[in-house]
């Protein structure tokens, strides 16, 4: 007998929605300072980050990687989808799909941005009381 799947909120990115976005942040993206970024207040709905945190999982009700390191500590982070939440684990795929990534890719000017459908560098993060996360790069991949 088959398990009924969960009912999930549906939440997509679309280019139409994201159009103003790029107009808007692509030239401050170059001329930000000290390092190229932006920051986007209120990019997802409220009721969007309403979810996550309603499905978001306490210390130890899962598996975390932790991590203490001279640019982080305290960091906690859990990267195997079948830990997050039904809503969560939508939206993720969300951040990892081509409406997404070709968003970035005309906000930053990066050609070949390639998702993280491992969530190796992505996943749920956390920091502890008295933790921190310093400004650092990520491992970088070149694809050529």
Not at 12 to 17: A, D, I, K, R, V
Not at 42 to 58: H, Q, T
């Amino acid at each position: 007998m088959s398990q009924a799947l969960p009912q999930v909120p549906a939440f997509y990115f679309s280019t139409e929605s994201l159009q103003p976005l790029i107009e808007k942040f692509k030239p401050l993206y170059n001329s930000a300072d000290p390092f190229p970024h932006v920051v986007i207040d209120n990019f997802l709905p409220e009721w969007v980050i309403d979810k996550v945190l309603e499905e978001y999982p306490l210390a130890g009700a899962i598996p975390w990687s932790q991590f203490n390191a001279p640019t982080e500590n305290k960091k906690w982070s859990a990267s195997d989808e079948k830990n997050f939440g039904p809503f969560t684990r939508h939206l993720m795929t969300q951040f990892n799909s081509a409406t997404f990534l070709k968003f970035l890719k005309a906000v930053t000017g990066i050609e070949h941005l390639i998702g993280d459908p491992y969530f190796l560098g992505g996943g749920m993060h956390q920091t502890h009381p008295g933790g921190f996360l310093k400004v650092h790069t990520d491992f970088n991949w070149t694809v050529n």
